[in-house]
């Protein structure tokens, strides 16, 4: 039996769904009245529980062989945030200390390749990088790298666990409406964009699901496997999508100064309403940072193989399309 933590989340449900087709039984632990459309008509047990809680996520343990913990909140806030240092970083503290005590075969937790630390250009990022919880950059940086440690002091403890860092996850079944998810959304219709100079790496989410499942089966205890995909500029993905929809449209490129300026009146904006953040500076430090990232451990070990971006962004656009005809039939 395999519990996942997070199995509503982009991610989490399209693991749940792969590890449904392998045969293999799953339980997955929601928050009460958590949204449990994302796994709609799949054969899964579903235990309520809070990861802040340590005595409520016992017994979604009992039975349990592996844990997959997802569950946590992605922030491109920059600056604190207690909420998000509290569920990434204590959460984590918390499933990893539970699971060591239920005896479970296998821990896998899904960090981010936020959790290392940012390196000048001219470095290729692999994971002797080390990693980094005094991160200036913003709280969710800071709460993935001092999760990953704690996953990291408890193997040493004797916990079974492996640790994965994706790059920027994109694909279909992104039924929670992720920054770039929505990005592509507007683009699929918009007939004029406002794009912002940079490039990063994103891999497809069916790909990460299958490094994560290796990395329960093939992976090393106590080691850390990155999940990237391609570097590719901004740009290259708007003329993907657009010649994918077959628009006709233009563009308006920002320049990076005049967007960081903007970018701080969104954010305020943003707190204010407490609405969910497209554009920050942090998103924009990020697509200036070195991406060049390398998976060859992953590919080693683990037998990690991704796509190509623009099949994730054909099977992404056509999810979108159907998704969107439902709602409308509904």
């Known amino acids: 039996m395999n519990l996942v933590t997070g199995g509503t989340g982009h991610i989490g449900n399209v693991l749940v769904k792969e590890l449904l087709k392998k045969g293999e039984k799953v339980r997955v632990l929601v928050l009460p009245g958590e949204d449990l459309s994302p796994l709609n008509g799949l054969d899964v047990e579903i235990v309520e529980g809070n990861v802040l809680d340590q005595k409520s996520i016992q017994p979604a343990l009992e039975g349990i062989e592996n844990v997959f913990h997802l569950a946590g909140i992605i922030s491109i806030m920059p600056g604190q945030d207690p909420v998000v240092h509290d569920v990434n970083v204590n959460g984590t503290r918390n499933m990893v200390k539970a699971a060591h005590d239920a ?8 960090s981010s390749i936020h959790a290392f630390k940012r390196m000048p250009f001219g470095i290729t990022i692999d994971e002797q990088i080390p990693i980094d919880p005094d991160s200036a950059i913003a709280a969710y940086d800071r709460s993935k790298a001092e999760a990953t440690l704690a996953v990291l002091a408890e193997t040493k403890l004797g916990l079974p666990a492996v640790i994965v860092c994706p790059t920027g996850v994109i694909g279909p079944f992104d039924y929670k409406n992720s920054e770039l998810g929505m990005l592509i959304q507007g683009w699929m219709v918009n007939k004029v964009d406002f794009l912002i100079e940079g490039n990063y790496d994103f891999v497809d989410v069916r790909d990460v699901v299958q490094g994560i499942i290796s990395a329960r089966d093939r992976g090393a205890i106590g080691q850390i496997y990155i999940l990237s995909g391609e570097l ?3 740009i290259d993905i708007w003329h993907m999508v657009k010649e994918l929809v077959n628009i006709k449209s233009t563009f308006i490129q920002l320049p990076t100064k005049l967007a960081i300026f903007s970018a701080k009146f969104v954010q305020l904006y943003y707190s204010m309403a407490k609405s969910k953040p497209r554009l920050t500076t942090y998103s924009i ?4 940072t070195n991406a060049v990232i390398t ?3 992953a590919r080693v070990a683990l037998g ?3 796509r190509s971006l623009r099949v994730t962004i054909a099977d992404t656009i056509i999810w979108w399309q159907e998704k969107k005809l439902i709602s409308q039939k509904r």
């Not at 005896?103 to 899904?110: D, E, L, P, W």
């Open 103 to 110: 005896g479970v075969k296998r821990f896998v937790y899904t």
């Open 232 to 234: 590719v500029r901004v």
């Open 285 to 288: 430090e990020t697509l200036h």
């Open 295 to 297: 998976n060859l451990k």
């Open 304 to 306: 990690y193989s991704p």
